[in-house]
């Protein structure tokens, strides 16, 4: 009970946490032993939309055809069941740097879902699953700078870690205090456009789609992350990878897939990422990547060993994300607990070849990498 406590007054107050170790932590990896992942229904779309201290989001990454880069997000959070605030993201690099990054960020009002859930509102935004749970359709004039009309079609299934995605947090596991989940379409065909005020740019190509609940102070769940997107014609992969703070034994978990048009190939949390080169940030102390590896591991269906590698450097980043200076208020009081960092987003995104083995069979595919590494703490 006196654990329960002083995690409360941390979740409120912003403080940090006592060091509770690896064993408050209910990892996914554990439910990966027996059930690698499973596919996601119409129902595990569902905002849960807590009435305690929590971020949902529902994010939509775009590889388009022309060589574009976006991002169109839905933030839902909640700060210790006092208020509750949305906001809408959207983001576009451009190809070869040919203009600088468009971001915009919006509060949002008058926001709701519909009876089930399965679809989020607000003063000039919609965000529609179809009835049969197979597309997103999003449409946005929250703001003049990207006026949004996109469709996510799922050409794969959709997929969560074990059975149902979830990492708890909590000295008794019955009784959990926090949670960290996600839920992956990792292939989508993507069309529609996004408006800006000198353009209409066409948008049409692949996508991945990612619902993400913290059922609890972001700061408190993680303390870094990896965030990676591939997307190739044939392939696409992603990997989600945190590390929790010391509070709860610097505990890693790596969410990974690889799929293609009408199959997961693989997934569950066997996978793996390698910050192979450092060259750091000069303006601050983050151990900003220059290279990466990456590995995916896992079987099919009908059982067949399947690896999958990817490696090469990074370049130039398209972006640094100074996060308390980006995120809209109420995530800074969120996060008000970070006392003495000051967290980063480095962004990249570059040609890569994908190898997998299926079996006896060896496949390269060349795509695009779009990866993120934050530093919270």
Not at 128 to 146: H, P
Not at 233 to 251: D, F, K, L, R
Not at 333 to 354: A, D
Request: charged share 20%.
């Amino acid at each position: 009970m006196f654990s329960w406590a002083k995690q409360q007054l941390a979740n409120v107050a912003g403080t940090q946490e006592p060091i509770y170790g690896p064993s408050a932590i209910q990892s996914v990896t554990e439910q990966t032993k027996t059930v690698p992942y499973s596919e996601v229904t119409k129902n595990d779309l569902r905002w849960v939309a807590m009435e305690s201290t929590c971020v949902e989001t529902q994010t939509f990454y775009m590889t388009a055809e022309s060589g574009h880069l976006g991002m169109a997000q839905v933030i839902y959070s909640n700060v210790a069941g006092i208020r509750t605030t949305c906001q809408f993201n959207t983001k576009i690099f451009y190809p070869g740097r040919s203009q600088p990054i468009l971001w915009s960020t919006d509060p949002l009002t008058n926001y709701g879902f519909d009876d089930d859930r399965l679809s989020f509102h607000a003063d000039n935004l919609a965000v529609t699953l179809s009835e049969d749970g197979n597309q997103f359709t999003i449409k946005s004039a929250v703001n003049e700078n990207s006026i949004v009309h996109l469709t996510f079609t799922k050409t794969a299934p959709g997929f969560q870690a074990g059975h149902n995605g979830t990492s708890t947090f909590g000295t008794d596991p019955n009784l959990p205090w926090g949670s960290m989940r996600h839920v992956f379409w990792p292939r989508n065909r993507v069309e529609g456009t996004i408006i800006t005020k000198t353009e209409e740019l066409n948008f049409k190509g692949h996508g991945l789609f990612v619902h993400a609940l913290q059922g609890m102070k972001p700061h408190h769940a993680a303390a870094r992350w990896n965030f990676v997107e591939f997307q190739s014609p044939t392939y696409s992969a992603v990997m989600m990878e945190y590390v929790t703070p010391p509070s709860y034994g610097s505990t890693l978990v790596n969410v990974g897939a690889v799929a293609r048009d009408g199959e997961i190939v693989l997934a569950g949390c066997s996978s793996s990422i390698k910050h192979t080169e450092v060259k750091g940030d000069p303006e601050n102390d983050w151990p900003e990547p220059g290279a990466v590896s990456l590995q995916w591991a896992g079987k099919t269906k009908d059982g067949q060993e399947v690896q999958a590698t990817m490696e090469g450097t990074l370049g130039d980043r398209l972006d640094r994300v100074d996060v308390m200076a980006e995120v809209p208020e109420f995530l800074k009081k969120i996060v008000g607990g970070v006392v003495g960092t000051r967290p980063y987003i480095y962004q990249f995104s570059v040609p890569m070849t994908l190898k997998i083995n299926i079996g006896e069979e060896t496949t390269e595919e060349k795509g695009v990498v779009l990866l993120e590494a934050t530093f919270i703490s």
